[in-house]
Antibody, heavy 119, light 110 residues
């Protein structure tokens, strides 16, 4: 069974750094891209960026490029999303998703990691 | 403002049929790129409902169906059940398949 298990909820202050994780299992980790998707509570889904775990090639949405970094650890079959300096507007739920097929739809999702940034 | 346009809400009585539209443009939905649909029950992660315009993943009942024509897609849910309540999102990609875009979501009330 394919599973994406994300790290737990985080409470941070503006300016702090943060890294959240997404561990994949039940499939060959390097065979599928992983994307990160943001959801502000009560709002829609925003694609942030994706990584190819086989070579760590990344692609970011222009809305997030330069503010977040996506990386992977193949040995741990884990993808990461990190910020060097959080803002209050980063408060949201973050989902990782495994992309599948020739059209790269989001076939499996993590359970979500809530991030709260407040002074 | 989302790249793909969906109605904010739809509603229907148990047993009825509803449809949810998703409209893009020539740089995403219209350029031969597939549309996918996701269901998000309150408090849970999104779940793939329809992929490549019309296909249901294993375990998704045939009450859910979708179609695509031109720059639009439509999700239909027949035999509405209370457990269908939630948000429904469409998704596609840009013309170079390098960026992925979502609709704003439609809240279904049963």
């Amino acid at each position: 069974e394919v599973q994406l298990v994300q790290s737990g909820a985080e409470v941070k202050k503006p300016g702090e750094s943060l890294r959240i994780s997404c561990k994949g299992s039940g499939y060959i980790f390097t065979n599928s891209w992983i994307s990160w998707v943001r959801q502000v509570p009560g709002k829609g889904l925003e694609w942030m960026g994706r990584i190819d775990p086989s070579d760590s090639y990344t692609k970011y949405s222009s809305s997030f490029e330069g503010h977040v970094t996506i990386s992977v650890d193949q040995a741990r079959t884990t993808a990461y999303l990190q910020w060097s300096s959080l803002r209050a507007s980063d408060s949201a739920i973050y989902y990782c998703a495994r992309q599948q097929g020739s059209s790269f739809y989001f076939g499996s999702w993590g359970q979500g990691t809530p991030v709260s940034v407040s002074s | 403002q989302s790249v793909l346009t969906q109605p904010p809400s739809v509603s229907g009585a148990p047993g009825q049929r509803v449809t949810i539209s998703c409209t893009g443009n020539s740089s995403n939905v219209g350029t031969h790129h597939e549309v996918h649909w996701y269901q998000q029950i309150p408090g849970t992660a999104p779940k793939l409902l329809i992929y490549n315009n019309i296909y249901r993943p294993s375990g998704i009942p045939d009450r859910f169906s979708a179609s695509k024509s031109g720059t639009s897609s439509s999700l239909a849910i027949s035999g509405l059940r209370p457990e269908d309540e939630g948000d429904y999102f469409c998704q596609s990609c840009d013309s170079r398949m390098t960026h992925w875009v979502f609709g704003g979501g439609t809240k279904l009330t049963v």
